[in-house]
């Protein structure tokens, strides 16, 4: 082989190469491209996948809280409704107890004054009927039947002659006797009741019933006192035990209209109005 053919050959060759390294290059550099393309594709499919499941995970939480928050938005409501319903009804409670308050507060000034009148009244009636009975005298312990028929005409001499009093014809004027109402008793007698004509006659009785003491009638103590309704002959019995602890002490006393207790001890002047009261100074001063 010629030089000049051996050396156009070994041109070729090395222009082969080079057009082969080149045509590989060229290849290379587009597959590298095209790998890179598909990596970047596949990070942007990716990237938009999630987007896409954080969207639709994002509405679909705010869908559920939207929904949440509709049923929280309700309840809160009708909260608010009964609230306000209670409300109303506790204010309309509230005025209702204070208007009851305010009459109750005015009831209980009339019941009181009600009660004032009431005591005032009673007072009055009791007196009244005290005042009735003030030529009156109650004799107890005489048998039942011992007046007889004729109670008027018994008692008139019965008196002066049981009391030993001096009287005009031996009688005292009498317009009234009977025994106390209710049916007898076979353990008990009923007390006599006596309305005298004159009033000086009653205080005479008393007196003289005093000064005698005792008084014994076939048998039977008789026991002769002033007539008094039945509110102050209760007051007076309350001192019958006082009253019993002053006559053992030998001390005297007298019983004031309506019912106050009084004696004198130790050179003193004392009057009561309670029992209790009374006994408590007996104790103190030591009358037994």
Not at 226 to 239: L, P, T
Request: proline fraction near 2%.
């Amino acid at each position: 082989m010629k030089p000049n053919e051996a050396r156009n050959d070994n041109e070729n060759r090395s222009l082969k190469k080079e057009r082969l390294f080149t045509k590989i290059k060229g290849n290379f550099s587009v597959k590298l491209v095209f790998l890179l393309m598909k990596d970047i594709l596949n990070a942007s499919l990716e990237s938009s996948a999630a987007a896409s499941i954080a969207q639709t995970v994002t509405e679909r939480i705010g869908e559920l809280m939207e929904e949440k928050f509709l049923d929280l938005r309700s309840t809160l409501d009708r909260l608010n409704g009964r609230i306000d319903d209670n409300t109303r009804r506790i204010t309309e409670s509230e005025n209702r107890i204070s208007e009851d308050e305010d009459r109750i507060t005015s009831l209980e000034n009339q019941v009181s004054e009600l009660q004032q009148k009431v005591k005032t009244l009673t007072e009055r009636c009791d007196d009244g009927e005290n005042r009735s009975r003030r030529e009156n005298i109650r004799i107890i312990g005489l048998k039942e039947g011992s007046e007889g028929q004729s109670s008027v005409t018994f008692f008139e001499s019965w008196l002066p002659e049981v009391l030993g009093m001096e009287t005009k014809r031996g009688v005292i004027k009498l317009d009234r006797a009977h025994r106390a109402l209710g049916p007898p008793k076979e353990d008990r007698c009923r007390p006599v009741i006596i309305k005298l004509h004159n009033f000086t006659d009653k205080q005479r009785i008393l007196t003289a019933a005093r000064e005698k003491g005792e008084i014994i009638y076939k048998g039977s103590r008789i026991y002769i006192r002033q007539d008094f309704s039945a509110q102050v002959r209760e007051a007076r019995q309350k001192f019958n035990g006082t009253c019993q602890r002053l006559i053992k002490g030998g001390v005297r006393f007298s019983m004031r209209y309506p019912a106050t207790l009084c004696f004198s001890l130790k050179g003193a002047e004392r009057s009561f109005r309670s029992a209790q009261a009374a006994e408590e100074f007996l104790d103190k001063n030591g009358l037994k």
